[in-house]
């Protein structure tokens, strides 16, 4: 299974930016999808998430301005980014819950990131 994310850039602040993530290969069922964000000099976290029904949930400081999204039938998770702050600069990674068959458990797969830089 391979997540390949494209959509980053440098933005000024108060901008937008929409990333997106497609998934390929031996893939039977994509549960939740999301991204998370590393800056640098911390951990990753978690961003924002969608489940196959569609629901969402957000870190807080992203409410309200950033939205996820999915395309099942391509296989596709976005995130639209509104309200651009300094503090979002970081490198954006996409995550997926696959079943790669029928009888397989899911596992946890991610992106290679993309960065997303703020400029006051």
């Known amino acids: 299974v391979q997540l390949v994310e494209s959509g980053g850039g440098l933005v000024q602040a108060g901008g937008s930016l929409t990333l997106s993530c497609a998934a390929s290969?031996?893939?039977?069922?994509?549960?939740?999808m999301g991204w998370y964000r590393q800056a640098p000099g911390k951990q990753r976290e978690l961003v924002a998430t969608?489940?196959?029904?569609?629901?969402?949930n957000y870190e807080d400081s992203v409410k309200g301005r950033f939205t996820i999204s999915r395309d099942s039938a391509k296989k596709s998770v976005y995130l639209q980014m509104n309200s651009l702050k300094p503090e979002d600069t970081a490198v954006y990674y996409c995550?997926?819950?696959?079943?790669?068959?029928?009888?397989?458990?899911?596992?946890?797969?991610w992106g290679q990131g993309t960065l997303v830089t703020v400029s006051s």
């Open positions: 995550n997926a819950d696959v079943r790669t068959s029928s009888r397989s458990r899911s596992t946890d797969h």
């Open positions: 290969g031996s893939i039977f069922i994509i549960n939740a």
């Open positions: 969608i489940t196959r029904d569609g629901t969402t």
